[in-house]
């Protein structure tokens, strides 16, 4: 049987947190961020409402991947629970901050069952099973010297033995997390001795955030406790989503079904792992640095050789090889999914050639001597066959993906007639480690074509669309008005078509936003897409517009971004970029500024202006022209930033002083917007 239609493809046919993040978790979360992506904060039905059950079409197109990939391949389910040593008490909820958990497993106690396909007829079968995987927690014994916790949060904390104590790896999202296992499961098993290193793989939050829950302050300053992670680190952490966060936190909250209930009418997993955890946020700066590949590091005895990865699955990212315990890291450029070369919350595309030539090199240097592979998600691989058919297929579904786009664009077609078009080969797809549960071939493929030739496909048609209200409102019209088309489209839903049917109706709901009925069909009409997808990114997408279009945008508690650890590790220019991306045109017109900025404890310099609805600024100097100094401290800098306090309040207290025209700072400050976290996404 050949591989079934991708849903990306087909219509059938063919809890939140207060001060949830401002960034969004997992691959590429960073930022300002203060708190994570969460469920609400009470406690969810036992089923959605509104929810409508799959439809035959929905239920035939799932059968397909049943029919396609081999549920009788137990391997994974093997590995995913060999070397357990100890879980944490059942029900596993983790005490978080106030009256919600940090961490809660107990909420997918719904989602169980071995390799066999069990999976509901909401969920399409092949998620369903990597639900279940992630549903095993613990501490479990890699090789001897390393371990892995497991369960806990979207990602996975390793921890390898030193000389004297402990070197952990990638330490989880939250610090709520990271210290309950550490003290629960790693000291009563493995022995209580002291964490010598911290090892940051790469850049995204859920690879740093818990640091401060296993080391102190203390000795963070002292150095008794080193911190390695790759060079750009810091600028990489921290920069990636501040100028677009806003944005890149709204649409996480749909990515990882923040507010989805837990069942299998809503979320399942999270693709990557079960979900994000839900607490506080941190970030330790680096002491020591992976600077190039082929460098070796000496951590409490321990050498490791370094492989550099920058811009594949993350800005600032490495691998590394332990010659001691022959065990190969491969942070997140092989784990057991297709992962993500462009993530729907948004970012930077990412390069699936480079991806794919540092999987090369893995294999080039180390391909010989390695006999297990561990991750920053998913379970290890053991055995160097094994590892090294693992690490080929992975290499070559990216290279594919980046070369077979590139192949079609220079044959003229354009992205979406790529992404339509491309299909892995069943050498690769049907390898479970090679199924779209985060990425998918669709984006993947249509991402490839933009890294390369940005939005535009050529096509003058499409050089200047109109915006999606005008449109549909033309479209209506065209169509016949919304009745016409609403009746249409319902003899599409009746037939399955749900992509089709989801363009039309669309265009009703964007040119007539209070159309219920169109609302409803949307809604109706993405849960059956969601039901369809593979991945989790896309089911969560799906799922949760059809939420909203039912019930409306729930504005819960406004995210802050007041991540102490981030903020002050923000690089000036970067805090001054961010406030150009606030400048209201509009209220700044035909106005002008010029300001200078006197850091007092870093000795920074910054002469900050406003002309033509935009802002500049310069560094190392100041004006003699300048309509106001203001003179401070960049601690109280951080302090507004974080909300604690104003520049009124620090002027009154004597610790900013404002020279010049101090109307001129309140004049350039009112021209700024604060952005509305809960913005509509899938209606005008």
Not at 200 to 215: C, E, F, I, K
Not at 480 to 487: H, M, N, R, T
Not at 553 to 576: G, N, W
Not at 636 to 655: F, S, W
Request: charged share 20%.
């Amino acid at each position: 049987m050949s591989q079934p239609e991708d849903p990306a493809k087909t219509g059938g046919r063919r809890t939140f947190l207060k001060n949830v993040a401002v960034a969004g978790v997992a691959t590429g979360l960073s930022g300002v961020v203060g708190e994570t992506l969460a469920q609400t904060d009470k406690p969810m039905s036992p089923t959605t409402p509104h929810a409508k059950p799959a439809t035959g079409a929905t239920i035939a197109l799932n059968k397909k991947y049943a029919d396609f990939l081999s549920f009788a391949d137990a391997q994974d389910f093997e590995d995913a629970s060999r070397g357990l040593v100890a879980t944490l008490p059942e029900p596993v909820v983790i005490k978080g901050q106030g009256d919600i958990p940090a961490w809660n497993l107990e909420q997918f106690a719904f989602v169980k069952g071995g390799p066999e396909n069990n999976s509901p007829s909401t969920v399409n079968p092949s998620l369903w099973r990597n639900a279940k995987l992630n549903m095993h927690h613990g501490l479990f014994k890699v090789v001897d010297g390393i371990w892995q916790v497991r369960g806990y949060d979207l990602s996975v904390m390793s921890i390898i033995q030193g000389d004297k104590g402990y070197i952990v790896v990638d330490p989880f999202i939250t610090t709520e997390v990271s210290s309950t296992v550490w003290k629960q499961l790693v000291i009563p098993h493995l022995g209580d001795k002291p964490i010598t290193h911290i090892v940051y793989t790469h850049s995204h939050v859920d690879h740093y955030g818990g640091v401060r829950g296993l080391a102190s302050d203390e000795d963070l300053a002292s150095g008794k406790v080193q911190v390695v992670a790759p060079v750009g680190f810091t600028e990489a952490a921290v920069g990636e989503n501040v100028i677009a966060g806003n944005a890149m936190g709204r649409r996480a909250s749909y990515m990882y079904g923040s507010l989805l209930p837990r069942n299998a009418s809503g979320i399942v997993d999270g693709g990557l792992g079960k979900t994000t955890s839900v607490g506080t946020i941190t970030l330790a700066l680096p002491t020591m640095y992976a600077e190039k590949t082929g460098q070796k590091l000496t951590l409490d005895g321990v050498e490791i050789v370094v492989l550099m990865a920058p811009e594949s699955e993350a800005p600032s990212e490495f691998m590394f090889y332990i010659p001691k315990y022959k065990a190969f890291c491969a942070a997140e450029d092989a784990t057991h999914t297709l992962h993500n070369l462009y993530t729907l919350r948004g970012a930077k595309m990412r390069d699936g050639l480079l991806w794919s030539k540092y999987l090369q090199t893995s294999l080039d240097m180390f391909g010989g001597d390695m006999q297990v592979l561990f991750a920053s998600h998913y379970w290890p691989t053991w055995g160097n066959d094994r590892i090294n058919a693992f690490l080929r297929a992975q290499r070559d579904m990216y290279r594919y993906l980046h070369d077979q786009t590139m192949r079609m664009a220079n044959q003229g077609l354009t992205p979406l007639e790529i992404g339509e078009a491309m299909r892995l080969p069943d050498s690769l797809a049907k390898h479970w480690y090679c199924r779209g549960y985060y990425g998918t071939v669709y984006h993947d493929a249509v991402a490839q074509y933009n890294l390369r030739l940005g939005f535009f496909d050529g096509v003058p048609a499409n050089l200047h669309r109109l915006p999606p209200t005008e449109a549909g409102k033309r479209y209506v019209e065209f169509m016949g008005g919304s009745s016409a088309v609403l009746k249409k489209a319902h003899d599409y839903y009746e037939k399955g078509d749900y992509r089709w049917v989801a363009e039309v109706v669309n265009h009703v709901v964007f040119a007539e936003p209070q159309n219920t009925a169109a609302k409803q069909l949307l809604a109706d009409t993405y849960e059956q897409l969601g039901y369809q997808s593979e991945s989790a990114s896309w089911r969560n997408f799906y799922l949760t517009g059809a939420m909203e279009l039912r019930d409306g945008v729930r504005k819960l508690p406004t995210p802050q971004p007041q991540s102490p650890d981030t903020i002050q590790a923000m690089p000036l220019d970067m805090f001054l970029d961010y406030l150009g991306i606030r400048l209201n045109p509009e209220r700044a017109a035909g106005k002008t500024v010029s300001l200078n900025l006197q850091l007092t404890d870093t000795k920074e310099n910054r002469v900050l202006g406003v002309e033509n609805s935009a802002l500049h600024y310069s560094s190392d100097k100041t004006s003699s022209t300048a309509d106001a100094t203001v003179t401070m401290k960049r601690s109280d800098l951080n302090d507004i930033m974080m909300g604690k306090t104003n520049m009124q309040k620090l002027v009154m207290a004597g610790n900013a002083k404002i020279d010049g025209n101090s109307q001129k700072l309140g004049d350039f400050v009112s021209w700024l917007d604060n952005f509305d976290f809960w913005f509509n996404i899938v209606t005008p």
